[in-house]
């Protein structure tokens, strides 16, 4: 094949769930968007470094085009680069000083590291997550947050109330939501 190999897991992370979302709001826009913020939605700048990358809503994201003045709306892009570089950090931290393979498991003690430790390996998401949505606000892009201190979750059911907002609002919009209502 005349294009390398290493292109076509980038080219599946810009268009797999991107294109579902964009036809969905497609369908159910008022009038069809132009060239540009289509072009925008599908080339996001943060998405050719960051593989694993949130389901951002077509909709979310030209809604809150330069939606607040300017200075907040950097400001907070800011943070959450700072955010998401001390995830990140943190996971480094995890991953080389408490993560134990499952092999040395022998007590309840290792058992409880064990479980924990790859438990904040979801730092690596979030931090990335953090950093590329980060960089997103710096271009103009007010979006939501990504997750809403999901570390904190009181039960499973919280955890996904809380977790990656982007795939809980894209699950909710085009499987639940169609489902329930079709029902």
């Known amino acids: 094949s005349p294009i390398p190999a290493a292109t076509w897991p980038l080219v599946g992370s810009f268009f797999m769930f991107r ?11 008022k009038a069809p968007p132009g060239l540009w913020p289509t ?10 470094v960051f593989l694993l ?16 003045a300017a200075p907040h709306v950097y400001l907070k892009g800011l943070r959450w680069i700072f955010r998401g570089i001390v995830y990140l950090l943190l996971y480094r931290y995890v991953y080389r000083y408490l993560a134990i393979p499952a092999n040395e498991v022998t007590s309840s003690g290792e058992l409880w590291r064990f479980l ?13 997550f953090d950093l590329a949505i980060g960089i997103l ?21 919280d955890f996904w109330r ?20 079709a029902l």
């Open 137 to 157: 606000h710096l271009f103009g892009f007010d979006l939501p947050d990504t997750n809403d201190l999901n570390l904190f979750s009181a039960g499973f059911t």
């Open 116 to 128: 924990l430790s790859n438990y904040l390996l979801l730092l690596q998401v979030l931090g990335q």
């Open 19 to 29: 294109t579902v979302s964009y036809y969905y709001d497609l369908r159910h826009a």
């Open 53 to 68: 990358f949130p389901i951002v809503d077509f909709q979310a994201m030209r809604r809150g085009f330069h939606g607040r």
């Open 162 to 181: 809380r977790t990656n907002t982007y795939w809980r609002d894209f699950i909710m919009k085009l499987v639940y939501h169609p489902a329930y209502f």
């Open 39 to 48: 072009l925008a939605y599908f080339f996001l700048l943060p998405n050719v």
